[in-house]
Structures are given as structure tokens and as C-alpha cells.
């Protein structure tokens, strides 16, 4: 079945960086965008940044562009978010999603997410 399993988040600093990944199994992990999602306390869940699938096309939230970068290795079904120049309003627990297809039908798989924590 989909799995998606991130890592790497923690406590950093503002200004500061982290490099998350998302290992993804249990699907063509090639042939579909993969998109990063943040939750912030008390807050909706809100798109961060996608990556289609050969990796040429990205796109980004407006608070986080020119900051994080999206990539992917098609090779070992990861995903990752470089996250630069840390605030205290990207503290959020991150989640690695895709929308997979099961014949005509959509189904949406999220990750169990890792926590970032920006703060001095």
C-alpha cells in the first residue's frame, strides 16, 4: 500500500536550515507530483511547494518562496524540502502528500508528518 515517512525535522533557529525528506513506497512514485503540506497550531493545513513528476516543474507558497526548495529522486522514491532562512512562522508539523489513482478514483495519502520548531 502508499506509504509516505518524513524525516528530519526539529528545533532550529531563526535564520536557520533544515532538509527534510519523504521516503514514498507502495506506488509508481515516478509518474506523480508530489506536493509538501504544513500545519500550523491552531491553524488549516496549507500547501508549501509541489514538484511535478520528472522533477523540472515546481511551484511554491508565496511566504516561502525564494527560501525553500522542492526536489526529488525518482531513482529512490524520496522527496525533499531544503528550508532556508528559518522564521518562527514556518513552525508548523510538515507532511509529505500525494494524490494517488486507483483506476477512475482519487485517493489522498499524507505522511505522519515531522515537526519544525523555529525559535531562538
Known amino acids: 500500500q502508499v506509504q509516505l515517512v518524513e524525516s528530519g525535522g526539529g528545533l532550529v533557529q531563526p535564520g536557520g536550515s533544515l532538509r527534510l525528506s519523504c521516503a514514498a513506497s507502495?506506488?509508481?512514485?515516478?509518474?506523480?507530483?508530489m506536493t509538501w503540506y504544513r500545519q500550523a497550531p491552531g491553524k488549516g493545513r496549507e500547501s508549501v511547494a509541489t514538484i511535478r513528476e520528472a522533477g523540472d516543474r515546481t511551484s511554491y507558497a508565496d511566504s516561502v518562496k525564494g527560501r525553500f526548495t522542492i526536489s526529488r529522486d525518482n531513482h529512490k522514491n524520496m522527496v525533499y524540502l531544503q528550508m532556508n532562512s528559518l522564521k518562527p512562522e514556518d513552525t508548523a508539523v510538515y507532511y509529505c502528500y500525494v494524490q494517488y489513482w486507483i483506476g477512475a478514483t482519487p485517493r489522498d495519502y499524507w505522511g505522519q508528518g515531522t515537526q519544525v520548531t523555529v525559535s531562538s
Open positions: 507502495g506506488f509508481s512514485f515516478s509518474r506523480y507530483p
